[in-house]
């Protein structure tokens, strides 16, 4: 079935350090890729998405490639700040009958001074 | 940009009440909305997609008539948790897709649920 994988967390990073979390997905049909963030005690945000193959989306320093070839939309920063610190989600977007979203499992970011 | 709030954000109630739970779109109209449960450093388990104008459509496993969800207008839906008992306790959070076909979600703040 549609699913998606990414890399497990904690992970704990000190400021202005490169990050990369990783997220595969597995899906039917064409779907949309998306990263959320939810920042401690709020909703969830829309990071970036992209909505085909070769795709790059980016905000606030952050940017993942729509990978068909590896079925991947791993998220990387070149300099991470504190204020970066919480729990990203990769999630693919579906029409299979009405729209669905599914999420990853989320990954915490720790991010030290 | 599009906000969609949701009512109360935190609620505690005794077990073998009920809670409703409100959803709403304040800039759009979404004739579907998501219901999703997150339990504590978990990710979303999505319960069900509500549909204005007709039922419901849950997710395998979800119970119906334990979570009953309305989609009264364009711009609400609810979410009521009937005979609630401890476990249903859980971070429930809703969402409304602005566009059709662009599966971009917004999500509202969440409601803490705490069944006594």
């Known amino acids: 079935g549609d699913s998606v994988t990414q890399m497990e967390g904690p992970v704990t990073l000190s400021e202005e350090a490169f990050l990369t979390i990783n997220c595969t997905y597995t899906?039917?049909?064409?779907?949309?890729l998306f990263w959320y963030v939810q920042y401690p005690g709020e909703g969830l945000q829309l990071l970036l998405k992209?909505?085909?193959?070769?795709d790059k989306g980016s905000n606030k320093g952050f940017e993942a490639t729509y990978r068909k070839e590896t079925t991947s939309f791993h998220l990387e920063k070149g300099s991470v700040q504190v204020s970066d610190s919480a729990v990203y989600f990769c999630?693919?977007?579906?029409?299979?009958?009405?729209?669905?979203?599914?999420f990853g499992a989320g990954t915490r970011l720790f991010v030290k001074a | 940009g599009a906000v969609v709030s949701q009512h109360p954000s935190r609620v505690i109630c005794k077990s073998g009440t009920s809670v409703k739970i409100e959803c709403r779109s304040l800039?759009?109209?979404?004739?579907?909305m998501f219901w999703y449960r997150q339990f504590p450093k978990q990710s979303l388990m999505l319960m069900a997609t509500?549909?204005?104008?007709?039922?419901?459509?849950?997710e395998q496993g979800v119970e119906k008539d334990k979570f009953l969800i309305n989609h009264a207008s364009l711009t609400l839906s609810t979410l009521t948790v009937t005979s609630a008992h401890p476990e249903d306790s859980s971070f429930y959070i809703c969402?409304?897709?602005?566009?059709?076909?662009?599966?971009?979600?917004?999500f509202g703040p969440g409601t803490r649920l705490t069944v006594t």
């Open positions: 969402s409304a897709p602005r566009d059709r076909g662009g599966y971009e979600q917004y």
């Open positions: 899906a039917t049909g064409y779907p949309s």
């Open positions: 992209a909505t085909k193959a070769d």
């Open positions: 999630a693919l977007g579906l029409n299979t009958g009405g729209f669905k979203t599914i």
């Open positions: 800039d759009f109209q979404a004739t579907t």
């Open positions: 509500s549909n204005e104008g007709s039922k419901a459509t849950y």
